[in-house]
């Protein structure tokens, strides 16, 4: 006799069902909110927003550190700041006592921008959770963080 799924995971004999899979219904999540993201802010990619938001919130920090707080490898992290650079979002600067590292931080200009699109990312945020009620949301954000 099978019986329903518990903890996420299939019982036993259960068939496989890609609708019942989290990698399969995080991506689904995902690309709704990237297609919510891409019209309220189409001149930034969510990384580069994550950076420009997570140096709004912290200021200035090392490149190496920064990645880690938006959860992107150093290649990924380089890469988006080369970008932002190029905007003149982002400046770089040598760390005061190791000149091997890099701090970055945010420019005049990328602050305004900043500032400015936060709203819109509340917007993104709250459409992007709209079929969920704010205690389904609580919730979800809240599993989201143990398994991130």
Known sequence: MSGPATKGKPAEGEPYRLDEQIG??????????????????????????A????????????????????AMDAATVKGVIDRLRARKLVQLSEHEFDRRRVVVGL???????????????????????????QRETATLLRLLARIG
């Open 107 to 133: 420019s005049a200009e990328g602050a305004s921008l900043v500032e400015a699109l936060l709203e819109d990312a509340g917007r993104i945020t709250a459409e992007t959770a709209k079929p969920l009620t």
């Open 24 to 49: 399969f219904l995080l991506r689904k999540a995902n690309q709704r909110h990237l297609a919510i993201f891409a019209r309220h802010i189409p001149d930034l990619t969510p990384p580069q927003f």
């Open 51 to 70: 950076v420009l938001a997570r140096l709004w919130e912290i200021g200035e920090t090392s490149q190496n550190q920064l990645g880690q707080l938006v």
